[in-house]
């Protein structure tokens, strides 16, 4: 019998204790005397008595709920969730980083800046670019620094420019950040391969586009191999290219964003270089670009000077300004700079070679089972179409919550939207070979279910603290906090 899961109120008995505070040594303060009457509560706060071992045991319990990459496989697709080596967090935790005040002076925050400028020379190198920033907290206001940058370029030249274009498989992000930028957005279809429709691309691209953002290799896992077509577009009409590295985890090593004709690219550290991802951050997503933009780049920018001393300068009347206060999540910056420092550049090859092996391994043992409608020149990700398994009476909805059972987390599903009953899987470098095949076997297995009583499938998960909801009430009336009966 499964055992009955009770909330930390369910647990609270009148007289319950788990703390006993000492008696006052000194005279006590009246509240009323320090504090607006109108601030205080009047009445008692209904907080639950339980004991001392019951409130280690909610939140212990509370934490085994939440999914994560060190409790089980996470293939999620679109967003790369790699393993996070401990020595990251050890080491960013230690006291002269984690001690540090953002308000310190440059001269005793000497070790900090080198750090974020030796990461600097590492992310230049690996994309080929010229010039960086560290500061944005996140791929999407990497993004928007992007194209605030784009803006800047233009308004000098005197190009009036109203639009950019975008492939329909996009990242949700990349029109958000278009629009918030100033500019519409245009749309760019699919070819029979997966990649930019060429010939498309060739009928939308006139004096008015700003620029194009296109993630590589592409949302679909593939390699834009006409790439240098597409940016030669581009910069035939002054056009700016930008390079949604959410997908770096494939090209790192390899090749370089700036040798295919890209002007910007941002950098998830978050993803690509394994630091924390999810949860709402923190994260880092550094923007590189090609010369002709590097006076834009936000201050304050890191330089060293004739005394072989590194410092913040904000002295740049080009720069389209600061993006937020201080300089970033630091923390990150120095997760990912160990990260990089450890694989070095021939452990940092071997990352993206294994990524996309993992992935290719995963399409192999998979493509008799699931349809795989754009396998030519998968790299670290690739989609399966559930429609097969539709037409048994199962979604790929069904199979994703099924997953939840065995102890995954789930793909991306119903993304990209041009592949019906989508699922994207992304198994990324760190996952061992004995891990790719029990994910295998789970997938083949409740292929097989499907064709015995797909009620099984579609009734899933039986295992989790909430089971099936009414996904149409949910949306209309959530419930988002415990209510006293």
């Not at 401990?86 to 000497?110: T, W, Y």
């Not at 949302?219 to 581009?234: F, N, S, V």
């Not at 709402?280 to 001393?309: F, H, Q, W």
């Not at 070979?433 to 279910?449: A, G, N, R, Y």
Request: aromatic letters at 8%; proline letters at 6%.
């Amino acid at each position: 019998m499964d055992k009955i899961i009770r909330t930390i109120f369910d647990r609270s008995r009148d007289g319950k204790t788990g703390y006993i505070l000492p008696k006052l040594d000194v005279p006590g303060i009246r509240l009323d005397k320090h504090i607006s009457k109108k601030l205080l509560k009047t009445e008692s706060f209904d907080m639950p008595q339980v004991t001392e071992p019951e409130v280690v045991r909610h939140f212990v319990n509370l934490s085994t709920k939440n999914h994560h990459v060190d409790k089980d496989f996470y293939p999620l697709g679109s967003c790369t969730m790699k393993y996070n080596p401990k020595i990251n967090d050890v080491l960013a935790g230690a006291e002269p980083f984690s001690g540090m005040h953002p308000e310190q002076l440059d001269r005793s925050s000497q070790g900090a800046l080198e750090i974020m400028s030796k990461l600097e020379d590492s992310l230049l190198k690996i994309t080929g670019m010229d010039a960086i920033t560290l500061q944005p907290s996140a791929g999407s206001q990497g993004e928007f620094v992007g194209i605030l940058m784009i803006r800047k370029f233009h308004n000098e030249k005197g190009n009036e420019k109203d639009h950019i274009i975008i492939p329909e498989t996009a990242h949700g992000t990349n029109p958000a950040s278009v629009v918030l930028g100033g500019y519409k957005t245009v749309k760019v279809s699919t070819d029979n391969r997966g990649r930019v429709n060429i010939d498309d691309l060739k009928l939308k691209v006139n004096s008015n586009t700003a620029g194009m953002m296109l993630t590589q290799p592409n949302t679909l896992g593939l390699y834009e191999d006409q790439i240098l077509e597409i940016t030669d577009l581009i910069h035939s009409v002054d056009g700016i290219m930008y390079m949604d590295g959410a997908n770096l985890n494939a090209l790192v090593g390899l090749c370089y964003p700036k040798t295919m004709g890209f002007d910007i690219v941002h950098i998830n550290l978050h993803k690509t270089f394994s630091t924390p991802h999810g949860g709402g951050g923190p994260g880092a997503g550094p923007i590189a670009v090609v010369d002709k933009l590097e006076k834009y780049l936000p201050v304050p920018k890191i330089k060293l000077n004739s005394k072989n001393r590194y410092y913040l300068d904000s002295d740049s009347e080009d720069s389209i300004g600061p993006i937020h206060s201080y300089y970033g999540n630091f923390g990150i910056l120095v997760r990912a700079y160990i990260y990089i420092s450890i694989l070095g550049e021939e452990g940092v090859k071997k990352m993206t070679r294994r990524a996309v092996l993992n992935a290719n391994y995963l399409k192999k043992r998979l493509k008799d089972y699931y349809d795989i409608p754009y396998s030519e020149g998968s790299m670290h990700e690739f989609v399966i179409s559930g429609i097969r398994q539709k037409e048994k009476g199962v979604k790929v909805l069904d199979i994703a919550k099924m997953l939840l059972d065995y102890g995954y987390h789930a793909p991306t599903i119903y993304f990209p939207n041009n592949i019906p009953e989508s699922m994207m899987i992304e198994p990324t470098e760190s996952e061992s070979k004995q891990t790719l095949d029990d994910f295998v076997e789970t997938l083949i297995e409740i292929d097989s279910l499907i064709d015995k009583d797909p009620s099984i499938i579609t009734n899933a998960p039986y295992k989790t603290p909430v089971r099936r909801l009414d996904e149409t009430r949910a949306n209309r009336e959530p419930v988002l906090k415990w209510q006293k009966k």
